[in-house]
């Protein structure tokens, strides 16, 4: 009986021996987490909007119109972005402070990577007549105020729309300057996904988004679109298949726009094949057949591109 109950007490403190092992072992791997969560909340720089909110963000890069960061310290983390007009000041993690001037953005994305409910900023001030724009509908004449033209091909109700400069580059031009497949480069903040849907301006974040990772000479099209305006840019797929397939109805040099692009003046559209400033992946980009529809060509590749714009 004595041994017996000798056991059942050396049990018990074998049992509470070990519970508090367990214990500290809990207790350790929370401290540990804790120190790392400190650590990590000390390396990381502060974006503080004007409405008060913070933003705890890596990797920061202050662009023409929009402020670009990661929320992890890891280079396949997704770029967010936020308009530069809604950040006060940047605290960087070293001590310096970058105030933010606000700034008429005229592109804008929502506080996350490019997403579906991307919503176009339009400038504020009229970029051509007002009467002229009140007046616009498909296929007419747009004069900006900086003296370019361009033909209108979508309209969105509410008094914004899209058009195609009047000329076209004769040319013919590829996406990246690179030689092979292997120099071409999957833009992080461009989203790889064939997406027909039109949505203002996505041209343009997309185009910002390459001349920020690979510099404006490494991309000749939009370079291209680029040196008629900063306003102007390569279309994203949705924009460039509502010019081509919706707007001038598949029907290339015969359709509506581009009737009216020679009755101003302009440069029918006669590539077969124009560029997109959608990627597939990293080597191919989406190209609209000037009436066939989608597919996809090599970054590499010469082909016809045209520029677009808002209004």
């Known amino acids: 009986m004595f041994f017996l109950s000798l056991l059942i007490i050396s049990k018990g403190i074998s049992m509470n021996l ?111 007549d007002p009467e002229m724009i009140a007046r616009a509908e498909i296929g007419s004449l747009i004069e900006f105020n900086d003296g370019s033209k361009g033909i209108v091909f979508y309209l969105d109700g509410n008094g914004h729309g899209l058009a195609v400069y009047l000329y076209e580059e004769k040319n013919l031009m590829n996406w990246q300057s690179a030689a092979t497949w292997r120099g071409c480069v999957d833009v992080e903040a461009i989203k790889n996904e064939r997406k027909t849907e039109i949505q203002m301006g996505l041209g343009a974040v997309y185009s910002d988004a390459a001349i920020r990772q690979l510099g404006l000479e490494e991309v000749p099209a939009i370079r291209w679109c680029r040196s008629i305006g900063k306003d102007w840019y390569l279309p994203s797929l949705g924009e460039l298949y509502e010019l081509l397939v919706v707007a001038n109805l598949s029907k290339g040099v015969f359709g509506p726009i581009n009737k009216a692009l020679k009755d101003a003046g302009g440069n029918k559209m006669l590539g077969e094949l124009y560029l997109s400033s959608s990627e597939e992946d990293n080597t191919n980009v989406f190209v609209v057949h000037k009436t066939d529809g989608v597919s996809v060509a090599k970054k590499y590749n010469r082909h016809s591109c045209r520029a677009v714009r808002m209004f």
């Not at 207790?27 to 909110?53: N, P, R, W, Y």
């Not at 997704?78 to 953005?105: C, F, R, T, Y």
């Open 18 to 128: 070990m519970n508090s092992f367990k214990w500290l072992k809990k207790f350790l791997f929370i401290t540990a987490l804790l120190v790392c969560s400190v650590t990590v909340t000390i390396a990381q720089d502060l974006i503080v909007k004007q409405d008060g909110e913070t933003i705890k963000a890596y990797r920061i890069d202050v662009g023409n119109n929009a402020v670009y960061y990661r929320i992890e310290d890891n280079e396949k983390a997704p770029i967010m972005a936020i308009a530069k007009s809604e950040v006060l000041i940047i605290k960087m993690q070293n001590g310096s402070k970058i105030i933010i001037d606000e700034v008429e953005s005229e592109i804008v994305v929502k506080n996350d990577v490019v997403q579906e409910e991307y919503l176009p900023h339009f400038p504020e001030k009229p970029v051509a």
